[in-house]
């Protein structure tokens, strides 16, 4: 019997793939307790509908009531308020498994660990999602104003007035519920609560009542005013917003109709057969796979790159004070320049080691790493992209009913939502738009699939490369939608031969999600 011969290298990538392995499953998995921007995304759109609802009967866009009802629907408060009402259920089921996660850690563990990292975070996410039921409460007991429920809205201000966790939310619940008793009580520090506790039209909504309970005619017809120019620019953006994907989600789908159809009728002449099943000349085998991937994408952009960033962004702020420029660097620009740096160091180190790692295999046979800027490759990444669009929203769909707002979503989205400083938007939008498909787009289509198609079929290689994709992104609920959007990039690669092509359809993707995030958080 011959023994087989130790191979160092073997063992450590195997030893790097099953920690890598191991953190993957876990980070999906804690990913499932946390929500999905989905619901805030529909929350910011009721808030811009809710603006909508101020606009004046004689208007430049023609908003009639026939329009108005087709855009609204034929109760916008009450429809808003149901879905506030559902938001804050969805919230409090939340908060009961958190608190029951909390528990459970607080009994498990050691009494001398109990200030541990993981419990101080439980701590912390407890006290957010409270405080995020203490802000829908306000809303939705100023949306039940507005639907003649005025006990109910009392009733609601009154709980968290009377809470047993009093916070600056408390004064503006009594703010609120003086306002609208009988007879109305006015606070001191009225209006610097509503100001500075409310936001949107619900601010509006709530300073509109006190300035008529004030008598302040002028400051009302100001505010009015405002409110009504805010309320036009909203439904501007609301139809540019919407009626661009709309448009191309029908073009895509009669796309995509023509693509199988032609497919049906002309079989292997069609153009989703080209280079269907023709594979890429592969050079190296697994050992360089795992190599590029594990080590270079997932050790080093999990591990290693988070924890110099981290060191870094602790110093950036001193070296500023030092220089006199801190006031330059603010948490939204820090947070945004973390998130470039995290990146382009990520995909530093990754292309670096793809770089050495096919190196001793050159020069690459034709169609590797191609950037074939002749050609059709403009017209396989626009239309890839216009076939997306109906795709993607038909399995967000079905998305939505098997996690339930469940599963957790990018981070950065929720941040660039909320963002309002134009430098830290420039810096995500870099991000987004040009360093992320030029460094995606080049591992996993440029490097990953070709190499899989030395052991499965084209078709095969894109699926797993696909997975791969999706699951990188570390979010349990976006997996399927992430993996068919790998997909669809995988099929615009194979068929155009040109890295320009999915890289063209990965930005518009990406752009078109960063310009839908800054339209819902203009509201």
Known sequence: MTSVPFKPKQFILGALAILVVIYVGFALLSSFGEQQISSRLELYQTDLLLHVTEVPAENEFGFNSDTRKAV????????????????????????????????????????????????????????????????????????????????????????????????????????????????????????????????????????????????????????????????????????????????????????????????????????????????????????????????????????????????????????????????????????AFSALTYYLLMAGIALLILYVSVKPFFPLPAYWFRFQGQGNWFLWGFGGYLVALPLMILVSLVNQQIWQGQGGSNPLLKIILEEADPLSLGIFFFTAAIAAPLFEETLFRGFLLPSLTRYVPVSGAIAISSVIFAIAHLSLSEVIPLALLGAVLGIVYTRSRSLLSPMLLHSLWNSGTMIGLLILGSG
Do not use: C, H, M
């Not at 409090?92 to 909390?102: K, P, W």
């Not at 009392?154 to 966790?165: F, G, K």
């Not at 505010?223 to 609301?238: G, I, S």
């Open 72 to 335: 609204l629907g034929e109760e916008p408060v009450k429809t808003a308020l149901e879905e506030y009402q559902e938001l804050r259920k969805s919230a409090a089921t939340n908060l009961s498994r958190l608190s029951d996660r909390l528990n459970q850690t607080l009994a498990e563990s050691n009494p001398s660990t109990q200030t541990d990292a993981g419990v101080e975070t439980l701590k912390t996410t407890l006290s957010q999602q409270q405080e995020l039921i203490t802000q829908l409460d306000l809303r939705i007991g100023l949306l039940q104003t507005q639907t003649a429920a005025i006990p109910a809205a009392l009733q609601t201000w009154s709980e968290i007035a009377n809470s047993a966790s009093p916070s600056t939310l408390s004064e503006t619940a009594r703010v609120l519920t003086g306002l609208w008793s009988e007879p109305p009580r006015l606070l001191p520090d009225a209006e610097a609560q509503l100001q500075k506790n409310l936001d949107g039209w619900f601010r509006y909504v709530a300073l509109r009542r006190l300035y008529q309970l004030q008598q302040r005619s002028d400051v009302l017809t100001e505010l009015q005013t405002a409110e009504q120019a805010v309320a036009q620019q909203t439904l501007f953006k609301l139809v540019l917003g919407n009626t661009l994907p709309l448009v191309g989600s029908l073009i895509g789908a009669i796309l995509l109709i023509f693509l199988v159809v032609q497919r049906i009728l002309q079989g292997k002449q069609a153009l989703l057969e080209q280079n269907a099943d023709v594979p890429w000349e592969t050079r190296w085998g697994w050992e360089t796979i795992l190599q590029v991937l594990v080590v270079g994408f997932f050790f080093f952009g999990q591990f290693i790159v988070p924890f110099l960033v981290k060191l870094g962004v602790s110093v950036l702020p001193q070296l500023l004070r030092t220089f006199g420029e801190s006031s330059l660097l603010t948490e939204s620009r820090l947070q």
